[in-house]
Structure formats: structure tokens, C-alpha cells
């Protein structure tokens, strides 16, 4: 898929900004601060409905105004897509595909799009839940399904967290007892699917993320995703578990094989058994200890764990390759064509052959748009069309 326009209202610094895209690359150039990630933050925000950059969503609404909009026309099976979201800053955020008022969160159905900018490193060295944020976002894109099993989880959850508080403040009553095994059996099923979801995609990016390592790096440094499973008492949020990490994994292999139906059996079994085993840690906490909102996946790099051993190139790379090995899943089976792959700020970071090889990873793809202080900093086959950008507005090359 691609996108052939972009409008912007309100949206960071922009008042109002049109800009056009072609097929292929687009390199988007202007000198710091004058609004080059503001541009791709909408896309990706489009995509995901979430921003790389901020989680409070009244950030992005220009200074001093109470909405900002972001409308962007796309591309693919011969289908002319108008899609568009209003970010409010109080109340509900509005969307609309053609249009048509439709749910906010069904508006990630529609544009397929793969960020990769610098904050990503944090993917690598930073705390699980940016990791789990990565994995659930790769899984709504490929099944849009998810997006509900997701939300419905984080309701569970917060719903028996409540439950468990109110039964410790009471010295957890038998009524209260048996109103949590209600929860226990909804918060097991939404949460084993989640778990082997993100098993399977765990799985699926292996591969790719070979081959996008091998083509950003240069070198085979086997790159691997180990998940970390809190039902097999492998606890992401614990931080003396982390150091342990690869042996811990092991143990969690059996359930990440497949997401046939017996894994499936094997993961609600092993998830009832650990929240058997810390009913009562649960109720002194007064939180839910297990689940995959505490998992993580660790990455290797060379047989070691990449945080903590890993070089910031190599740390950098695996961050980079994860994102194409994302992309090129996407692209896989996806039946609308290839996602949008989006390079914020990705070429000043690199030396000239890994300038080279990432120009000749990403040149297959549908639509690239990359972003850049320096002209010069991107090989020219990406630089054939040019939007240059100063002070939120799109001006003359
Ligand atoms: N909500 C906002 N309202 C107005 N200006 C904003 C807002 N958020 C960010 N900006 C401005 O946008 C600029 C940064 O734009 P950015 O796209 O990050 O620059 P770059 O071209 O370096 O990628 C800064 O000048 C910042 O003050
Ligand atoms: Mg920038």
C-alpha cells in the first residue's frame, strides 16, 4: 500500500501542511527542529494509533489548540482510501475512513505502516514493556481480531487488580473469593490466546530478523528472540529474573511451539496453576502477578543477552532489523500489498556500506519515507523525489 497524500491540522508544530507522496522513496530533508518526525508521528499514529515519541496523545495537538487532525489518502488494490483522525484534547478521539464516522479503534484496519527511529534503541535496552508494546502492535497490524483480545485484557485485568485490592482491605471474604475465580477464568482466556499469539509471532520473526540483521550488520551475529513467560514463573517485571534470562527461557519453549490447539490447553493449564500458586501473594500485593502484561522476550546477540552485552551498533542494528523483520511479515501476508516502511532520522547514524545495504534492503518495498537533516546522508537512489521541510510547512528545494 502507499500514501498519496497527507493533510495535517493542528497537528505539532503544522497549522496546516498538504503534502503529496509517490510511489517508491520520498526523502523528507530540513535542518533539526523544523518538523521532519512531526510529519512521519502522523503517519505512524495513523497506523497504530499510538506515537513513537509520546504516550499522551494531547502532545501532538499544536500548541494552544483544543484538536488536531491528521488525513491521509491511501493506496492499494486499486482502492482510493481517505482515512482520518481527530486527536482531541478532551474527550474522545474521532476517526473516519471515507468519510464515514467508524470506531477509533477499527482505524488500524486500514493503513499498514512500519516505524523505525531512533528511540527504538529502547527496544533493545529498554524495560519489557516497550517490548510487549512492539509485539502487540506487530500482532494488531497482522490481525486487526487482536486489537479487542488486547483491550479486553487490560479491562480483565484492571477489573481483578480492583477485586484483589478490595479483597485484601477485607481480609478477602469467601464472596469476594469466589467473584475472583470469574475473573481468573476470563483474564486465563484472553490472556493464553495473547500468550500464544505473540509465541507465534516470536517464531515468525525469527527468520527475517536472520536476514534483516545479516543486511543491515553486514555480519551474522544470530540474532534470536527468546520469550520470557511469567506462567512459568520467568517474571519480565522482575529484575533478578532478567539476568538469568537465558537459562529461565528454556523452560518456556514447550508453550511457545505453536498455537495449536494442545499449546493452547497447555497454556491455560500452566497459567491456572501459577494463579493457583500466588492466590495468596496476589491478594497480599493486591495485584495480578502472572500474565503476559508481565512477560518479555528477551533478545540474543551472540548467544548472550543483546541488553547489557551488546555494542550500540550491534544494539542499534538489532533494533533496525527487528523492524524490517516486522515489515517484511507484514508484507508476507498482507493482502493489501506491502506496509509503509518509515525511516526517521536512520542514515546519519550509519557509515557509508550500511548506508549502502539498508538502501538495497528497503528498496523492494512499495512506499519508503525516510527523513533526514542531511542530503548527502542518504544514498541517492533513495533521494529521487525530495520534500523539503522548514518550520512546519512543506517550502521549495
Ligand atoms: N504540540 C506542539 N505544538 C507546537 N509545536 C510543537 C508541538 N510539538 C512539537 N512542536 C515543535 O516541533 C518541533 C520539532 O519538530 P520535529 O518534527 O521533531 O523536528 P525534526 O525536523 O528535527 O524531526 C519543535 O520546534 C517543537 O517545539
Ligand atoms: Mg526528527
Not at 530540513?30 to 508521528?41: A, I, P
Not at 481480609?171 to 490472556?191: M, N, P
Not at 527461557?249 to 490447553?265: D, F, I, L, Q, V
Amino acid at each position: 500500500m502507499r500514501v498519496t497524500h497527507l493533510s495535517l491540522t493542528d497537528f505539532r508544530n503544522y497549522a496546516q501542511v498538504e503534502v503529496s507522496f509517490t510511489p517508491g522513496s520520498n526523502l523528507i530533508v530540513g535542518r533539526n527542529g523544523q518538523g521532519k518526525t512531526n510529519l512521519v508521528e502522523a503517519l505512524g499514529f495513523l497506523s497504530t494509533l499510538s506515537s513513537h515519541r509520546v504516550s499522551n496523545t494531547a502532545a501532538m495537538i499544536r500548541a494552544g489548540q483544543d484538536a488536531g487532525i491528521i488525513r491521509a489518502r491511501l493506496e492499494y488494490n486499486g482502492r482510493d482510501i481517505l482515512t482520518e483522525v481527530q486527536i482531541n484534547r478532551s474527550g474522545l478521539n474521532r476517526a473516519q475512513v471515507n468519510r464515514s464516522v467508524i470506531k477509533t479503534r477499527e482505524l488500524t484496519r486500514y493503513f499498514s505502516s512500519v516505524l523505525f527511529a531512533p528511540e527504538d534503541l529502547a527496544l533493545v535496552r529498554g524495560d519489557p514493556s516497550g517490548r510487549r508494546r512492539f509485539l502487540d502492535q506487530l500482532l494488531m497490524l497482522r490481525s486487526p481480531r487482536l486489537t479487542g483480545v488486547l483491550a479486553d485484557y487490560d479491562r480483565v485485568l484492571r477489573q481483578r487488580n480492583t477485586l484483589l485490592k478490595s479483597a485484601r482491605a477485607s481480609g478477602s471474604r469467601t464472596t469476594q473469593l469466589g467473584t475472583l475465580e470469574v475473573w481468573d477464568d476470563r483474564l486465563v482466556a484472553l490472556g493464553s490466546e495473547i500468550i500464544d499469539e505473540r509465541a507465534e509471532l516470536v517464531r515468525l520473526l525469527g527468520d527475517p530478523l536472520g536476514t534483516a540483521y545479516q543486511a543491515v550488520a553486514g555480519e551474522d551475529h544470530g540474532p534470536a528472540l527468546l520469550p520470557l513467560l511469567s506462567i512459568t514463573g520467568a517474571d519480565g517485571e522482575d529484575e533478578s529474573a532478567a539476568g538469568s534470562a537465558a537459562s529461565a527461557t528454556s523452560t518456556s519453549t514447550p508453550t511457545a511451539a505453536s498455537t495449536a490447539e494442545s499449546a493452547r490447553g497447555a497454556t491455560e493449564d500452566a497459567f491456572r496453576r501459577a494463579l493457583a500458586g500466588l492466590r495468596r501473594k496476589e491478594i497480599d500485593r493486591g495485584m495480578t502477578l502472572v500474565g503476559p502484561h508481565r512477560d518479555d522476550v528477551v533478545f540474543m546477540l551472540n548467544a548472550l543477552p543483546a541488553k547489557g552485552y551488546a555494542s550500540h551498533g550491534e544494539s542499534w542494528s538489532f533494533a533496525l532489523a527487528l523492524k524490517l523483520a516486522s515489515a517484511e511479515l507484514l508484507r508476507r501476508d498482507s493482502a493489501s500489498g506491502d506496509p509503509v516502511l518509515i525511516l526517521d532520522d536512520v542514515f546519519a547514524e550509519l557509515d557509508l556500506s550500511r548506508r549502502r545495504r539498508l538502501a538495497a534492503a528497503v528498496t523492494g518495498f512499495e512506499q519508503v519515507l525516510i527523513t533526514a537533516a542531511v542530503l548527502e546522508d542518504v544514498p541517492e537512489e533513495l533521494a529521487a523525489h525530495t520534500i523539503h521541510i522548514h518550520a512546519g510547512a512543506v517550502v521549495d528545494g
